[in-house]
């Protein structure tokens, strides 16, 4: 069974940074994409970025575009968000999530194609 763990929250004035990590288990990691989505009370989980399984291509929501970097870490199964430049409205529980099936390289960016998320950490930015 897989599972996803991810840690680095916490509380940042807007214009800070934080990083997000996530250690992942029960698959091979190294031929699944990943991602990481985020939620807001009384909203959907939205995804903020994408990566494939090599780590080759990555995909950001246009809001985030510049400011977030998603790397990952096949050696050590873990996936990885840089945030920078945080405002306000990055306020939002993130998670990391595995997709549904190896190898997805031309998906991998759809929220469709993620079956499994972590429990979630949560993300402040204050004005």
């Known amino acids: 069974q897989v599972q996803l763990v991810e840690s680095g929250g916490g509380l940042v004035q807007a214009g800070g940074s934080l990083r997000l990590s996530c250690a992942a288990s029960g698959r091979t990691f190294s031929t699944y994409a990943m991602s990481w989505f985020r939620q807001t009370s009384g909203k959907g989980r939205e995804i903020v970025a994408a990566i494939t399984f090599g780590g080759s291509r990555t995909w950001y929501t246009d809001s985030v575009k510049g400011r977030f970097t998603i790397s990952r870490d096949n050696a050590k199964n873990t996936v990885s968000l840089q945030m920078n430049s945080l405002k306000p409205e990055d306020t939002a529980v993130y998670y990391c999530?595995?997709?549904?099936?190896?190898?997805?390289?031309?998906?991998?960016?759809?929220?469709?194609?993620?079956?499994?998320w972590g429990q979630g950490t949560q993300v402040t930015v204050s004005s």
């Open positions: 999530a595995i997709a549904k099936l190896p190898y997805a390289s031309y998906t991998y960016n759809s929220p469709e194609q993620y079956d499994t």
